[in-house]
């Protein structure tokens, strides 16, 4: 039975629409294309809106067309429904029914016009719709609604699959194409949408939560956009998230992310580690005060956990050996960075050690190098979405055997002798700033050809309490731990070493910090080694928004989370 007698097309025709907001460079240029692409955009929605007040009573193919809520029971029976990534040569002369999102759509003439149709990331093919009056019947009036509808809306269709003439380069379905006899919109999408795909397919050149673009300190290099397609701001694309999410570089970066889950938590479970649920809410803000967030809780206060570490360790002290968990961490520091959120999700393990601290070193590495190889071996269509954005050079990795480990004093030295002048005097005793971590990684790549190395033994005052403190190194000038951070790029992605497990000893290095035995959460930490006796134990931590940052070279943390939170920002 036909639907309605008068169909609404919906108003967008084919073509871009206009530019979201820019970084302060590009700016100009995206405000003119913008402006000239909302002229184009109000042109056509005039046309559009004057074909949309045809009645289609009389059309022989009104059945074959049309806005609906359900398409059940309107297609051929016979007919496959499939989704894009799965058609192949064997669908050749068949008819299938698939649902996508229309990208784009391109009038060839009256009697014929091309719509192209995308899902499961960046799976799309070309869909040709030609009038006919055989059986089944295209009419005109279809072609032009079909090559009307707005673009991003969802969309059926039932369609013969054939070979196209020649293969179709914009598609990636380039062998295939659809020939429409039927579509329908499920879902319509605006006249206007708040950022087009080419746009949110662009680089980000703007990573400020403001809205008027201040001066920040510590800014995401702009990237160079080699197409004239307008660039977004992350503003924008926040704004825009669904936009944002279908964007095939952004469903690239979530199905690595998954895959680095995948590799850390398969690499542990190989080698005999349980993972936990370490909790979120705390009674404590233990692991210092200043990065807390806090929240009401019964008339009293909780806090949000700024890591699992103690929890890791009541797991070691409660006899599971080695353990590991993957949980939301929370940090309430004002850092408007691309390297930093206010809640990014924590990669944690903690293991039980024989003879000495290197065998957790061993294990840190050993599953960090794992997920940078088994991405590149499982995600290289995926890595080559994200390089086709931001392009980066691959991740050099050490060969096996060759992985470099400098201690603290090694890299400070390399440093002052092979770094910038900048750093001549860097002193053994003191942290590292991002500048000095960044230069050094590019010390480190000319010298060792690796982007991945360790620093070890960090020095007693750039680590917490519970750090411990390598004995040979009391007696002399600069105490150090072991303890270790990894970096990749230049930039850290994990903190790890070796723990006090003697209650003893960790009370005076509580105090020695300046912290309080006795204050809330510490007391509780401290009586579970005094309560039974807890073995020699040590872990790491890494961010899984930076390992797959980091590794994809991206110009922000912000984009490797789903959701990011800033101190500016907490919607979507
Ligand atoms: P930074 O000095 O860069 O702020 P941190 O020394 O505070 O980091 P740790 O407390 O050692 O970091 O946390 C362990 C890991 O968690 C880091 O190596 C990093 O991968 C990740 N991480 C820490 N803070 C953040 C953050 N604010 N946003 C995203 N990831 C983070």
Not at 324 to 342: D, G, L, Q
């Amino acid at each position: 039975m036909a639907e309605p007698t008068e169909q609404t097309p919906t108003e967008q025709p084919a073509g871009e629409q206009p530019a979201a907001p820019t970084s302060k460079k590009g700016a100009k240029k995206a405000e003119a294309k913008a402006k000239k692409e909302a002229l184009k955009a109000a042109r056509a929605a005039e046309l559009a809106a004057a074909a949309a007040k045809v009645t289609l009573e009389d059309d022989p193919a009104q059945d074959n067309y049309g806005n609906k809520k359900t398409v059940s029971g309107l297609f051929s029976k016979d007919a496959e429904d499939i989704e894009i990534r799965n058609l192949n040569d064997g669908h050749i002369g068949k008819t299938v029914v698939v649902r996508a999102w229309i990208q784009n759509s391109r009038v060839q003439s009256a009697k014929m016009g091309f719509v192209e149709l995308r899902k499961g990331g960046n799976w799309n093919i070309q869909g040709v719709v030609m009038a006919s009056d055989e059986a089944p019947v295209v009419s005109r009036r279809m072609v032009k609604w079909i090559t009307g509808i707005n673009l991003e809306s969802f969309i059926a269709v039932e369609a013969t699959v054939k070979q196209p003439l020649e293969p179709v380069k914009s598609c990636r379905v380039s062998g295939l194409e659809l020939h429409i006899t039927k579509c329908y919109v499920l879902a319509p999408a605006p006249a206007m949408l708040g950022m087009t795909m080419a746009a949110a397919s662009q680089p980000i050149v703007n990573f400020s939560d403001e809205k008027a673009a201040t001066e920040e300190p510590d800014k995401a290099p702009e990237v160079a956009t080699e197409s004239n397609a307008p660039s977004a701001s992350m503003l924008t694309h926040l704004d825009n998230i669904a936009m944002h999410k279908r964007a095939p570089i952004q469903q690239a970066i979530m199905d690595i992310r998954i895959q680095v889950k995948r590799l850390f938590r398969s690499y542990l479970e190989e080698r005999g580690f349980k993972e936990f649920e370490p909790p979120a809410l705390i009674g404590a803000a233990s692991e210092g005060g200043g990065n807390v967030f806090r929240l009401g809780y019964f008339g009293e206060e909780a806090f949000l956990a700024q890591s699992p570490q103690f929890y890791k360790q009541f797991e070691i002290a409660g006899g599971r050996e080695r353990v590991f968990s993957i949980s939301p961490v929370f940090r309430a520091e004002n850092s408007n960075t691309p390297r930093h959120m206010t809640e990014f999700t924590g990669l944690d393990l903690e293991m039980e050690i024989k003879d000495s601290y290197q065998e957790v070193l061993l294990i840190l590495e050993g599953v960090l190098l794992s997920i940078f190889r088994g991405l590149q071996e499982k995600c290289a269509e995926e890595i080559e979405t994200v390089r086709s954005v931001y392009y980066s050079e691959p991740l050099l990795l050490p060969e096996p055997g060759k992985e470099v480990r400098l201690t603290f004093a090694e890299a400070q030295k390399l440093l002052r002798e092979e770094g910038p002048a900048e750093f001549a005097n860097v002193s053994d005793d003191e942290d590292m700033s991002t500048a000095q971590e960044k230069a050094l990684g590019e010390v480190v790549r000319k010298k060792f050809k690796t982007d991945f190395y360790v620093i070890d033994k960090f020095p007693e005052t750039a680590r917490p309490f519970y750090a411990k403190i390598d004995d040979e190194s009391k007696k002399e000038g600069v105490k150090v731990t072991n303890a270790y951070d990894f970096f990749i790029r230049g930039q850290e992605v994990l903190s790890g070493g070796q723990r006090i497990h003697d209650p003893v000893e960790l009370e005076e290095r509580i105090k020695a910090k300046g912290v309080d035995p006795k204050s809330d959460g510490i007391k509780e930490y401290l009586a579970v080694f005094q309560q039974v006796g807890v073995p020699p134990h040590g872990g790491g931590g890494f961010g899984l928004d930076r390992v797959v940052a980091w590794f994809l070279a991206l110009p922000s943390v912000h984009l490797a989370a789903y959701y990011p939170r800033t101190p500016k920002r907490l919607a979507p």
